[in-house]
């Protein structure tokens, strides 16, 4: 089992903690931002926001002259702002012992990290593979490889969804988008793992960070090399889309496209992870959602938007003011920074009718993905791939369920979600037949034809009638 670090136990059934009505700003602040102290936040960012929804940071956990937004219009309004950029100086925190190591070296590469003309004309070429038509051939892929990874465990009646599904889910299919061939998988996830071990600078170790530079080193070596080898041979994948990618006669420079790789394939496993398990989780606080999403599975679309809402994997990020923002009461000046908390803007209820309850089919828009010229560039996948995923659970185990005594958190602070997240079902000896459930252990060919006959009978897979009255919402 791959090794987290010591996460933080939560039983199932936890109330939130009351927030002490004597804590200023600062100190409910200091307690959002401890790795030590997750559990449920939202009664700390409501709070805040309260007390003070920009509020002027003197944590030792942000950089100096930050400014804390909690209000959804301000969030909003910052992250669209033309004068808020991702600083490219941030990057440094990289290069940790000053010697510009090979973790740096990718990273200051990356997108995210490019002066505000770079990362525009970078994304925008990359944009291209990601299109909601260019991504739409793997939805089938995420069906196949959730099929895959159910049949392994599905005969045991229990598993740790994280550690069976969500972890494996994503980052297979991140590298079949990218064209990595089958047997290099194995080594990419566990560069991909030991390279975002290192990238937290709030957990991160010296033997993580010497981790994190040899797997830097192997990902340079291998995508330098799979992208010499496109160049020399097209082939349908995104490594091909990088090599050909051109515009106004400039394409992505060597290193820009290598760490292209990296990036798209950091970013899009560990928050998708992290979404599948939240949703488990809030599903299961909330049974009768549960059991309505089974009933009505046309509900899908809407209930992953919802479940972005609630919880989302990206709980804050951080942006350089270049020029002054007016907020109204208060104008963050050039030169200071902003943190933007998602979610807490997510449960503004200045923003969204009683914020703290899920409503599936609520249809609200959100900040998960952020907004503006960094808006998340694969929410189209992320979103097919849960749909995806949850549809395949939820059809081959009916019955999933909280099993033992509780679940882990990850000690991370910008990124939120189960370490280790232990659930059960039905097996088949244990099923009942009378309600139509298919057997938790049927195999992916068999699985697919159930599906495929009971959606075009209009039947949800465990034989239930599909709602027809509401069209799925865009995604
Ligand atoms: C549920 C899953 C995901 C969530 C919640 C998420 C969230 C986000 C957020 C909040 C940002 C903005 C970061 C900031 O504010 O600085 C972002 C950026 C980004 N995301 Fe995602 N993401 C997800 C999945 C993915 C996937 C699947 C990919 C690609 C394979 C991806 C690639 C990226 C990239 C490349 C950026 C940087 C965009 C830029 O610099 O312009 N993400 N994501």
């Given amino acids: 089992m791959k090794d987290w670090g010591v996460g933080i136990e939560r039983p199932w059934r936890a109330s939130a903690e009351p927030v002490d009505p004597a804590l200023d700003a600062d100190a409910i602040l200091a307690r959002i931002l401890d790795p030590d102290r997750r559990g449920t936040l939202h009664p700390l ?39 808020a950029v991702n600083d490219p100086d941030t990057a440094r925190v990289f290069d940790r012992d000053g010697q510009g190591g090979a973790f740096f070296q990718l990273m200051r590469h990356a997108m995210l990290f490019l002066e505000k003309a770079d990362h525009d004309r970078v994304r925008r070429l990359v944009y291209k593979a990601f299109t909601p038509r260019a991504i739409a051939p793997l939805r089938a892929l995420t069906e196949e490889t959730a099929h895959a990874l159910l049949d392994a465990v599905a005969a045991k009646g229990r598993m740790d969804f994280v550690r069976d599904f969500a972890y494996p889910l994503p980052i297979r299919v991140i590298g079949r988008l990218l064209g990595l061939p089958d047997e290099d998988q194995a080594r990419i996830e566990e560069w991909a793992w030991d390279f975002a071990r290192a990238g937290d600078p709030m957990t991160a ?31 349908d994948d995104l490594l091909t889309t990088l090599v050909e990618a ?61 479940l972005l809402r609630f919880e989302p994997p990206v709980q804050l990020s951080m942006r350089l003011v270049r020029e002054p923002i007016d907020l109204g009461e208060k104008t963050i000046p050039a030169g200071s920074f902003a943190a933007l908390v998602y979610g807490a803007a997510n449960r503004d209820p200045e923003m969204y009718a009683e ?22 560039i694969g929410n189209a996948l992320a979103r097919s791939e849960i749909q995806a995923a949850l549809q395949v659970l939820l059809e081959r185990l009916p019955t999933l369920r909280p099993d033992g005594a509780g679940w882990v958190e990850r000690r991370t602070v910008r990124l939120r979600g189960p370490q280790a997240l232990p659930v059960a079902w039905d097996r088949p000896d244990e099923r009942r037949t009378d309600d139509g459930a298919r057997p938790a252990s049927m195999s992916q060919s068999e699985a697919r034809n159930a599906s495929s006959a009971a959606r075009s009978a209009g039947l949800s897979a465990n034989g239930r009638r599909r709602s027809a009255s509401r069209p799925p919402p865009r995604s």
């Fill in 355 to 376: 914020p703290d309850v899920l409503r599936l089919d609520r249809g609200a828009p959100h900040l998960a993905f952020s907004a503006g010229a960094y808006y998340c």
């Fill in 205 to 235: 170790t010296p033997e993580t960070i010497r981790r994190g530079n040899v797997a830097a080193d192997g990902f340079h070596a291998f995508f330098a090399a799979a992208l010499d080898a496109r160049r020399a041979q097209p082939r």
């Fill in 45 to 83: 960012y409501h709070r805040l926001r309260a007390l003070d929804p920009i509020h002027s940071s003197r944590s030792p956990r942000l950089p100096e002259r930050c400014f804390v937004l909690t209000r959804h219009r301000d969030v909003d309004r910052v992250a669209r702002s033309p004068a």
């Fill in 246 to 306: 051109e515009e106004d006669g400039r394409g992505l420079g060597r290193e820009e496209a290598i760490a292209t790789c990296v990036l798209l394939l950091q970013a899009g496993h560990e928050t998708t992870a992290d979404l599948l398990g939240n949703a488990v989780l809030n599903l299961f606080a909330h049974p009768d959602e549960l059991a309505r999403l089974l009933r009505e599975p046309a509900l899908l679309p809407a209930a992953v938007e919802e």
